[in-house]
């Protein structure tokens, strides 16, 4: 952006602090994900001035090609957090088929009234593009697409976000790895991301999510890759369809949630999360966030940690995370696990948090011919500087013919 990153704008009971990347309602911070803020800024920053949707899309994507529904979800969240319906005062003027205008008095400095929006220059040599379908009841499911070469699907998992993900520390290099080999596709995991929240949230619906963006991509020998519950989803599908999965890839996954784990002792400890996700996990109390953030990635760094903590934030509602939670419990695939005929590898860290490793080797005995790799780590998701990382990348391409 052209004016200085130190300015600090004024608009109606709102102070938008350019360098901090900080909203403030009279004083309280209004969190906003990463896009939702670079929209806020660039029409604030243009303040009066009708902003198209291509100028607004190639600024606030430089390296993604996604559709008109992206921005007009960014805009849509924008006004809820600006307070618009609720207190009927309008900040952003919507030209039907051509822009948007930021229509509030701004003070703090001039706006750039007439000047060029400039297209920032990609961050990156991988380029996504982020598209949307339908599911069987309607809703509205978030894909993406990167890298080229043979297709590798990802089953969708807990807390996804496209968008968030794209520049995470803890999900950057598992992209670039597998999109340096593939054509990587990815989707937003229905109550998350880009994807609709207000949505039924079930097993069977998940797996029909993974045969909807399959089949819209029209592929039918891919590699698919299912991580923590998502591992039940991709070995549900391979069952159903084992002719069109080409490897199959599952990474600290389990094939039946705690419900039904013999040792019932940690019934209380896991009913005691739901409660605590459905009280106020999410809504920006670092307390409630590094609980879960702890589990997932206890040897994390402070970035990754930070990054973590707001995808918590900004992946889905504290209600549509209980949902999900309470679901991922009830999963028992156990009786489809005979049924997958297809080549494949099960990674799990031996000391994972979240998913007991005892759960891993569960889910790779009941396939047959599966090959099960242990993983020295007690993160649930493999971080770029371990040990562990670079012994998964070696057996990943070793089972799939990476050259």
């Given at each position: 952006?052209?004016?200085?990153n130190?300015a600090?704008?004024?608009?109606g009971p709102?102070?938008?602090?350019?360098g901090?990347r900080?909203?403030l309602?009279?004083?309280?911070v209004v969190?906003?994900?990463?896009?939702?803020f670079?929209?806020l800024?660039?029409?604030v920053?243009h303040s009066g001035r009708?902003?198209?949707?291509?100028?607004?899309?190639t600024h606030?994507?430089?390296?993604a090609a996604?559709e008109?529904?992206n921005?007009a979800?960014?805009?849509?969240?924008?006004?809820?957090?600006?307070?618009e319906?609720?207190t009927?005062?309008?900040?952003?003027?919507?030209v039907?088929?051509?822009g948007?205008?930021?229509?509030?008095?701004?003070?703090g400095?001039?706006a750039?009234?007439g000047?060029p929006?400039v297209v920032?220059?990609p961050?990156?040599?991988?380029r996504q593009?982020?598209r949307?379908?339908r599911?069987?009841?309607g809703a509205?499911?978030?894909?993406?697409?990167?890298g080229?070469g043979?297709?590798?699907v990802?089953?969708a998992?807990?807390?996804?976000h496209?968008?968030?993900?794209?520049?995470?520390?803890v999900?950057?290099?598992?992209?670039?790895?597998i999109a340096r080999?593939?054509?990587?596709?990815?989707?937003?995991?229905?109550?998350c991301g880009?994807s609709?929240?207000?949505?039924?949230?079930?097993?069977a619906?998940?797996?029909?999510?993974?045969?909807?963006?399959?089949?819209?991509l029209g592929?039918?020998d891919f590699?698919?890759?299912g991580?923590?519950?998502?591992?039940?989803?991709?070995?549900?599908?391979a069952?159903?369809?084992?002719?069109?999965v080409?490897r199959?890839?599952?990474?600290?996954?389990?094939?039946?949630?705690w419900?039904?784990?013999e040792?019932?002792r940690?019934?209380e400890?896991?009913?005691a999360?739901v409660?605590l996700?459905?009280?106020?996990?999410?809504r920006?109390?670092?307390?409630f966030?590094?609980?879960?953030t702890t589990?997932?990635?206890?040897d994390?760094?402070?970035?990754q940690m930070?990054?973590?903590?707001?995808?918590?934030?900004?992946?889905?509602?504290p209600e549509?995370?209980?949902?999900?939670?309470?679901e991922?419990?009830?999963?028992d695939v156990?009786?489809?696990?005979?049924?997958?005929?297809?080549?494949?590898?099960v990674?799990?860290?031996?000391?994972?948090l979240?998913?007991p490793?005892?759960?891993?080797?569960?889910?790779a005995a009941?396939?047959p011919?599966?090959?099960?790799?242990?993983l020295?780590s007690?993160?649930?998701?493999v971080?770029e500087?371990?040990?562990a990382?670079?012994i998964?990348?070696r057996?990943?391409g070793?089972?799939?013919?990476?050259s």
């Amino acid at each position: 952006m052209s004016p200085a990153n130190s300015a600090t704008v004024q608009f109606g009971p709102f102070s938008l602090e350019i360098g901090e990347r900080r909203l403030l309602r009279d004083g309280r911070v209004v969190p906003l994900r990463t896009k939702v803020f670079d929209t806020l800024q660039v029409l604030v920053e243009h303040s009066g001035r009708l902003l198209t949707k291509h100028e607004l899309m190639t600024h606030l994507w430089p390296d993604a090609a996604v559709e008109e529904n992206n921005l007009a979800h960014n805009i849509s969240t924008l006004r809820r957090a600006l307070g618009e319906q609720a207190t009927g005062q309008d900040f952003i003027e919507t030209v039907p088929r051509v822009g948007y205008r930021f229509v509030a008095q701004v003070s703090g400095r001039a706006a750039a009234i007439g000047a060029p929006l400039v297209v920032p220059e990609p961050s990156r040599t991988l380029r996504q593009e982020i598209r949307f379908c339908r599911a069987l009841d309607g809703a509205r499911i978030a894909y993406s697409t990167t890298g080229s070469g043979a297709p590798f699907v990802k089953a969708a998992n807990w807390l996804n976000h496209l968008e968030f993900e794209w520049e995470s520390p803890v999900w950057k290099h598992w992209l670039e790895t597998i999109a340096r080999h593939h054509t990587c596709v990815r989707y937003d995991e229905r109550g998350c991301g880009l994807s609709d929240w207000n949505v039924d949230v079930s097993f069977a619906s998940w797996v029909e999510d993974l045969e909807i963006v399959v089949d819209t991509l029209g592929i039918d020998d891919f590699v698919l890759l299912g991580i923590s519950q998502g591992a039940a989803v991709a070995a549900a599908y391979a069952a159903r369809h084992p002719g069109r999965v080409r490897r199959l890839v599952l990474f600290g996954g389990f094939a039946r949630g705690w419900r039904h784990w013999e040792d019932r002792r940690p019934d209380e400890a896991r009913t005691a999360l739901v409660k605590l996700l459905s009280l106020g996990w999410g809504r920006s109390n670092p307390a409630f966030q590094q609980v879960f953030t702890t589990m997932f990635i206890p040897d994390a760094g402070p970035e990754q940690m930070e990054w973590f903590n707001d995808l918590q934030q900004i992946s889905t509602s504290p209600e549509n995370a209980a949902r999900m939670m309470d679901e991922f419990a009830r999963i028992d695939v156990r009786g489809l696990l005979g049924e997958v005929k297809t080549p494949t590898i099960v990674f799990h860290t031996d000391d994972d948090l979240v998913i007991p490793f005892d759960e891993g080797r569960l889910l790779a005995a009941g396939i047959p011919g599966a090959r099960f790799v242990p993983l020295p780590s007690r993160n649930h998701l493999v971080l770029e500087h371990e040990a562990a990382w670079q012994i998964m990348q070696r057996e990943l391409g070793e089972f799939l013919g990476w050259s």
